[in-house]
């Protein structure tokens, strides 16, 4: 999907005052970053490891894993992408709703398609599929699926490809990484641009049994992932206990936000288990609200009607700062359509 993802102020004349359509974490980068990297800026003068062999090290070091079991990727989008080339043409469950693009990469790369409303994850289906996409927690509603594990036991046929890149945005689930050696069937993407505030940099890794990442290795491009992001990883996984947003004030302010948002007459918000949640507008369509925001606030939210299973009332929004919040409560009491 080339154009309808959120953070895409780049579309408006107007300045944009308070995002609230990206689900990164809104307080910037970590402490230090910005300036470690300008000191490694003549690494852009030569070329990157061909495979930020030494960055998966450093993953692998911090989850107790070995560096065969990792792969470094430009984000989880690359991810996605290369999962779906790897398994070209086999048939494929897409858990909905869902970001666009596992469905994006599957139908280029000519996968049989199926899709599975989250809404029936409850009974432990049973799949006949090859694979399984399923983000967890889930993007755009913030849903959490617990028993995961056990879904991925009573399938051993099917690749799970497990999307972790909001793991770090609860406290209600533990991530299934620890529990790789007792699932052949598990692939995991994991993002560092969420949690550290780097999207521009666009930096991510998928990590399996080595069997799984070799097969990865064999359709990867060279050099996806350029100096600056290799050089950003290496600090974030070198000052990883100093690097780590205020999540639980951050969840708390969430809740906040939400609990305020019920009392607004012509919204439906939706349970989450994260900073970002689902909100449906029951006067006009997302796309309406969001012009509406934006024309008169410099407000930016995430119209989520073209997230599969949604419609044209469902948005999706990132908790900021509580001032920011509640200026938005306020703005979306004066939406009237």
Same mark, same amino acid.
């Given at each position: 999907m080339l154009h309808g993802h959120g953070d895409d102020g780049y579309q408006f004349t107007q300045p944009v005052t308070a995002d609230f359509s990206?689900? =990164?974490? %809104?307080? &910037?980068?970590?402490? &230090? !970053? *910005?300036? %470690?990297l300008f000191h490694r800026w003549t690494s852009i003068n030569r070329y990157p490891e061909v495979i930020a062999g030494s960055l998966?090290?450093?993953?692998a070091d911090h989850h107790q894993l070995r560096a065969e079991q990792v792969l470094i990727n430009s984000g989880t989008t690359e991810s996605i992408y290369l999962i779906a080339q790897a398994f070209a043409g086999r048939k494929t469950t897409i858990v909905v709703p869902a +970001?666009?693009?596992y469905e994006d990469a599957c139908r280029m790369h000519n996968h049989q398609l199926l899709f599975l409303d989250w809404g029936q994850l409850a009974d432990?289906? #049973?799949l006949t599929t090859d694979l399984v996409f399923i983000c967890n927690p889930n993007n755009p509603t913030g849903a959490l699926f617990a028993q995961v594990a056990s879904w991925i036991a009573r399938n051993p046929?099917?690749?799970f490809v497990v999307d972790e890149a909001f793991i770090e945005f609860t406290?209600? /689930?533990p991530s299934l990484i620890p529990s790789l050696d007792h699932h052949a069937n598990l692939i995991i993407m994991r993002s560092l641009t969420k949690t550290y505030a780097i999207p521009g940099l666009r930096l991510g890794y =998928?990590? /399996? /049994?080595?069997?799984?990442? #070799?097969? !990865? *290795?064999?359709? *990867?491009?060279?050099?996806?992932?350029?100096? !600056? #992001? !290799?050089?950003? &990883?290496? +600090?974030? +996984?070198?000052? %990883?206990?100093?690097s780590h947003p205020p999540m639980k004030a951050l969840l708390e302010d969430a809740a906040v936000f939400r609990n305020d948002l019920h009392h607004l007459e012509g919204l439906r918000v939706h349970d989450s288990q994260t900073h970002f949640f689902l909100v449906e507008t029951q006067r006009g369509t997302a796309a309406e609200l969001k012009q509406f925001l934006m024309t008169n606030f410099g407000f930016l939210i995430r119209d989520a009607s073209n997230f599969r299973g949604l419609g044209a009332g469902h948005f999706r929004l990132a908790t900021l700062l509580p001032e920011k919040n509640k200026v938005l409560i306020n703005a979306l009491a004066g939406w009237k359509n």
């Open positions: 990206t689900n =990164v974490w %809104y307080g &910037g980068e970590p402490a &230090g !970053l *910005k300036e %470690y998966a090290q450093q993953a +970001f666009a693009e432990l289906p #049973a046929q099917t690749i406290r209600c /689930s =998928v990590v /399996s /049994s080595p069997t799984m990442i #070799a097969r !990865l *290795k064999t359709w *990867k491009q060279p050099w996806t992932v350029n100096a !600056l #992001a !290799l050089e950003a &990883g290496r +600090f974030i +996984f070198e000052q %990883y206990a100093h």
